[in-house]
């Protein structure tokens, strides 16, 4: 079983990395692009089968070191 983890700044956190982002595709000519946001995206590959445990396992992970919950959301998927 794999989980994809998304983690992303909560709304209110300023995001630096997503400015700079923003104004370099301004640079670019894409205009039309009213924000950006920066994240990440981590991919595991679990040895369970139990999908309950594996939520749980990965919750855990997620809540001890893969994000900053102070600061930082993230969404697990399992597939």
Do not use: P, W
């Not at 983690?7 to 000519?29: C, E, M, P, T």
């Amino acid at each position: 079983m794999k989980a994809i983890v998304n983690v992303f700044l909560k709304a209110g956190v300023l995001d630096s990395q997503g400015k700079a982002v923003h104004h370099a595709l301004n640079s670019l000519q894409f205009g039309n692009v009213e924000d950006v946001r920066v994240g990440k995206q981590i991919i595991l590959k679990l040895n369970e089968t139990d999908k309950e445990k594996a939520m749980s396992d990965v919750t855990k992970m997620c809540e001890d070191l893969l994000a900053n919950t102070v600061i930082e959301d993230y969404t697990i998927e399992l597939v």
